[in-house]
């Protein structure tokens, strides 16, 4: 599927990014944040891989690393710029996980896997490249974080996998209508700081 | 064999709950707790399978990821009365610990795998899911806690191989052996505070 | 080939010993402080085997597990000794780390992967083992430290590639080439605490 590969490489592109602003708040140097910026960006689908004993994908093209390496260099140099976008982690890191998590959940439906396997391992490929990200530059990693995060993830994967096993959305509008959901509402948490209702809220018990 | 499934599922239901234990000192919602309970529970096993290139258990049965969900959530809502409950988090923990390394181990030993290499899954297996739950949660490791840890894994385990291989106990009496003795020993670590002797134990020296 | 065996089995005692030594600013006891070593020793080089779909290397010999866990407990022993030596770590992880990356991309030439798959899984192979080390020790990863860390890497494996690949050194030469030049560039960056030019470095903008 060619749009499924354009938009592996746009997400592949802002998961780079969001490595780079990650390590921001850090020492660190140009090969350094490439680095982080490539774990960041086949973190989670290297993950998939792996759970589900296929070929790692970034090994068959080398185009998943170019991608990482050239973007992760050009957000090192233009990092004041992006920084000064407020949130542009937040919402680069939206935008990879959309792409990856609902891509993710469309390799599972052709495996002929169960929806809570979908939807587990779209999560799983969403937010590990970020996971991994938070891990090695020190930060709290946005799953303990106030704002709505996996909320959306795990919504959006549920409106892609009902409506394309129940209503009979094809593969390609089912994906397309998963990742926006998802895009869109982590969007709208962050530009809004959107919370969850607060009896599904744990108010900082310590 | 059934007993091994079942204490396989007790397992990711410590497990499931430990993680939301874990996510108590930050801000989390149901749905990222959800999350943190999943990775908690199906890690440990995930790493073993990867490591053995056998296939990845929880995707060849739903019955994982529904408990390690279905907990998570019960979890989340009764947090504040497990929480009450001193030290719940090390308890599950140290239950889940049990019996997953006792479980990886019986299977290197399946496999004809020597004992060192048993014993070194065993652990892993045992501690991974734990230690990504740390780590996702940014908490130290429980590695790095003056309390006994790898301690009464490492000792079970040992206790479960010898028994196995060179006293000739049943698979399933050394299993049950090696778990026991890792679940009182720690048990007993927690409620006692027992210590390494000093000799054996890095006195801070940063 | 034995030299690379040997050179694979110093690279698992540097590792352990530098696992040792990232635990001591915090409370471990001596078999805490083996897992550490133990997961320290192994990480990079699984990663490696996961990532190339190739049967974990330590799973078919039982010298890296022994290693790892003999040099684990001297190191825990002698600690307060190699801790007077400043950057004792430091030159561990120095020295284990060009002994494996150097190892990675000569399997990955093997392998017939373009350069940029061989540079890319020689570095994560590298700093695999290190970064799970500093993330279970609640440390900040090397990568994100004011230090020369991930370009030593990149650039000794790009002469070891270089001069293989276009100017015909043999495998052997090639890798002890690429070898070298990460540990003594590596070895000058910290005993002359070298910076890259401000130009490519982030100046800790929070």
Redesign the interface.
């Known amino acids: 599927m060619d749009l499924l590969y354009i938009s592996g490489l746009l997400a592949t592109a802002a998961f780079a990014a969001s490595g780079v602003l990650a ?14 910026a ?2 960041t960006a086949v973190g989670g689908g ?1 993950l998939r891989d ?4 296929a ?2 994908f ?2 068959r093209d ?1 185009a998943w ?2 991608v990482a ?1 050239v973007i992760g260099c050009f957000a ?1 140099f233009l ?2 710029q992006l ?1 000064r976008y407020g949130n542009a982690l937040a919402y680069l890191d939206a935008m990879g996980v959309a792409l990856v998590a609902a891509g993710a959940l469309q390799k599972c439906i052709e495996l002929g ?2 929806g ?2 979908g939807v ?1 391992l779209g ?2 490929t969403g ?1 590990g490249g970020g ?1 991994i990200r938070d ?4 930060r ?2 946005l ?4 704002e ?4 959306p993830i ?1 919504l959006g994967l549920t409106v892609q996998y009902v409506t394309h096993q129940w209503f009979g959305l094809s593969n390609i509008a089912a994906l397309f209508l998963g990742g926006a959901t998802i895009f869109i509402f982590r969007a709208l948490a962050i530009r809004l700081d959107l ?2 209702p607060s009896r ?7």
Chains 1, 2, 3 share one sequence.
């Open positions: 390590a921001l708040g850090k020492h660190i140097d140009l090969f350094g944040a490439v680095v982080v490539v774990v290297t792996l759970i589900l004993d070929p790692v970034w090994l080398e690393l170019l390496v090192f990092r004041s920084d896997l169960p809570l396997h587990a999560v799983i937010i996971l891990t090695l530059t020190s709290d990693t799953l303990v974080s106030p709505l995060y996996a909320t795990i919370r969850m599904f809220v744990n108010q900082w018990s310590e």
